[in-house]
């Protein structure tokens, strides 16, 4: 997603992105991965007021616009237009119809994980601010667990389904009967010049299958159950056969450590994130044994670990049990 937003302005100079995520922890990654090429006078992250600062990653505050009490806003209306790239979070993607952004402004709205975003989450922006040119693209994937939901009445009602996996499931979205294309339908007035169908034909779907972090074992599953068989296995094998042989796997040759875990759900207040300390402290001690086992080196990083912990997670909510299950 972040290389098609820099392909997009780099091929479109007066191209405009409204760049969206359900998180602010994804919307904040976005920001920092397009900082690479974009300053504060082309790119802008929206912060909602209530926010506070001391939350906020330090090299982003210069993409933020903060008054003189503190607080987190948007800047003049002249200096809105100018930006060439808005990032916010789904739900605070209202903030640019509200202070008077027209419909249309935006030549592209980027939603990233709408497979996770729920429906009414991913209908923000789009219902909001684009109009009949605004390309939509929606970046996420429907394989794996959708939106949680923890109420049982909504869940009922279909929200427990994002808007990507409704749109996967229907005909015009089939992969393997239409092999991702769009037919676009096209309206012309009485007097304007006939243009060629066959130019409207587009590639509507870019499915992404080269994997680059997991070791064959734990990719198999997933590969044959919900892909079809097409991932392909990119990662270095220095690093995901880094712990063949280690003493906590069960079988030497297989990476994979299946560990139940009898813990509760918590959450501090005032904050909507859940949390299980049972889980966290039981995934510590697999890391320190690890990074203490003398026969293998280990880097700082978690990604470098070529095994799962796979825990089990009561706050996984999704009805289907084989996408739950992995």
């Not at 991965?33 to 912060?47: A, H, I, K, V």
């Not at 684009?130 to 009445?153: C, E, F, H, W, Y």
């Amino acid at each position: 997603m972040i290389e098609a937003i820099k392909q997009i302005l780099r091929k479109y100079p007066n191209a405009r992105v409204l760049a969206c995520a359900p998180s602010n922890s994804a919307a904040d990654i976005l920001v920092s991965r397009l900082g690479s090429t974009l300053g504060p006078d082309e790119m802008f992250r929206f912060y909602a007021p209530s926010r506070s600062k001391a939350h906020i990653p330090i090299e982003l505050l210069r993409y933020a616009h903060v008054r003189d009490d503190g607080s987190f806003s948007v800047p003049p209306m002249a200096r809105m237009k100018r930006f060439r790239v808005i990032v916010t979070t789904c739900v605070s993607a209202s903030v640019v119809a509200g202070i008077g952004l027209p419909r249309g402004h935006y030549s592209h709205v980027f939603i990233d994980e709408a497979g996770q975003a729920t429906e009414p989450e991913a209908f923000v922006s789009i219902k909001t601010i684009a109009d009949n040119a605004t390309n939509i693209v929606l970046s996420g994937d429907p394989k794996q667990l959708g939106p949680i939901i923890r109420s049982t009445v909504a869940r009922v009602l279909g929200l427990e389904k994002s808007y990507l996996e409704r749109l996967m499931e229907r005909e015009v979205y089939d992969i393997e009967r239409h092999h991702g294309t769009t037919w676009v339908m096209c309206h012309l007035r009485s007097g304007e010049r006939v243009i060629d169908m066959s130019t409207l034909l587009s590639s509507s779907i870019v499915k992404l299958v080269q994997n680059f972090r997991s070791h064959d074992a734990i990719l198999k599953f997933p590969n044959e159950r919900f892909y079809g068989g097409d991932l392909q296995k990119c990662a270095d094998p220095g690093v995901t056969n880094a712990y063949i042989g280690s003493q906590f796997l069960p079988s030497r040759d297989f990476p994979i450590v299946f560990h139940s875990v009898a813990g509760r759900d918590e959450r501090e207040a005032y904050s909507p994130s859940f949390f299980n300390i049972d889980e966290a402290i039981q995934v510590k001690a697999y890391v320190q044994a690890l990074r203490a086992e003398r026969k293998f080196r280990t880097g700082g990083s978690l990604y470098t670990f070529s095994f799962i912990v796979s825990l089990t997670i009561g706050r996984l909510t999704s009805s289907d049990p084989q996408r739950r299950a992995t």
